[in-house]
């Protein structure tokens, strides 16, 4: 199973309640994938800061003063804020890159969960509102997000396994089904220099895609090659800095509801992850075409 | 009337109250408010009742239903009277995957559109659909009616057996062993019946529809085809 939630504010007023709606969404979805949980939150990080998000399994010493360390390493202003195993690290947008490689020499065991303007990832094994309520997901403002439960099929269940997975800079992807043809992608794409960290299909769907925009392709006409070079069952969910798309493959057994006011546009595994968002009553609700792409961008 | 609060009284509670109606019973009218989506709303009941389910259903709502009219006062999620034996089910809006798959008999309506495998291995239930169809509908569909006043989408039929469809708009295609056939007076006379009873009448007219079947090719194992397994 896993279960999908998303939510993109066209409504700046909704911005500090995304993430106390997408924890509340995340949490009615908690039967589809009880494993592990995560979020992606997009906001900004404020004028000429990016930001990383990363994950240590010894966040007491590996988070130890990794703000002082990284400011000597990289002579510029650092911020580290720790949420439970996550921390995010803002840094001059400038220094993203040289930001992510001190990163990786100080502290060679933290993983890097996402990096770029505006997105933060925070995901963990555990219950979807033991994992909301540890990383203070609903206190969180943004301007989309999405959050994803996992019934692990394809890979181990661990926090590097959990979803979303982001391969690029502010961009993530979920996904519900399994992939067939992921190892022959892996191959391919490690050969083209994309890096992966686990043996889960999704990240193999998130690197294809991140690939392509690297590539120079938009969001729509990557989205779109999915359904010719992914084999498998799929409902993908991806977000980009400014973007939220959806497709899904052309069987479309992987369940799928939008709904769309002047507020928001909002995704759900299911209608019961939808039904506590304002105005739901009156917004237009329809379940994505097969082998179709869905995108927004502000 | 009794209603009944989804929200404060949960779902267990709701389907014991149902399924304890049996044979006679004065509590003939039920509302169930606060579905929000939730799954197996009404499933199993087996009592001539009439139920409304006032907002959306999540998966399964109203499945295995025997003798009961159920309404649905929004839309319903997958497996929509799923192996329906008899009775009523009107949704108002549209319905998600599988619509009435395996139904026995009795009688579906979605005045919205159905997504894909709407009617998949149906077994004698009547469907009668306001809008359009998904992909894969009426797969192995083995007997009962399919009326859709839409379109219908790619691989209609697929492995028919000998359930009848009739579409008024296009169909993206037909699936392997499904063709078109005759209208014969029989099928006006049927149609009209069934638009009647899936509160369509208003909006199509017998003469609109084409009718679907099996060609009956693949109910039997050809040996010129024994090379291709």
Redesign the interface.
Known sequence: MCGIVGLFLKDPKLEPQLGALLTDMLITMTDRGPDSAGIAIYSSAGKGLGKITVQSANPDADFANLDGDLKEALGAPVALLVKSTHAVIEVPIGQLDAARSAIAHLRPAVKVMSSGENIEIFKEVGLPKDVASRFGVAKMGGTHGIGHTRMATESAVTTMGAHPFSTGADQCLVHNGSLSNHNGVRRELRRQGMSFETENDTEVAAAFISHKLKQGEALGAALESTLTDLDGFFTFVVGTHNGFGVVRD?I??K?A?MAETDEYVAFGS??????NLPGIENAR???P??ATVYFWER | MQTFDLGKEGLRALNSSLHALKGQTNMTKWEVINP???HAIAAGVDANVEITVRG?T??YCAGMNKQATILIKG?A??GVAENMMSGTVIIDG?A??YAGATGRGGLLVIKGNA??RCGISMKGIDIVVHGNI??MSAFMAQSGNLVVLGNAGEALGDSLYEARLFVRGSVKSLGADCIEKEMRPEHYELLEKLLKAGEADAKAKPEQFRRYGSARKLYNFNIDNASAY
């Open positions: 052309p479309a057994c369940p509801v299911e209608y019961r992850a939808l039904v609700v329809w379940e075409e097969p | 929000k989506g939730a959306s999540g998966y839309s999620g997958p549209d998600s995957q997504s894909s998904g992909h």
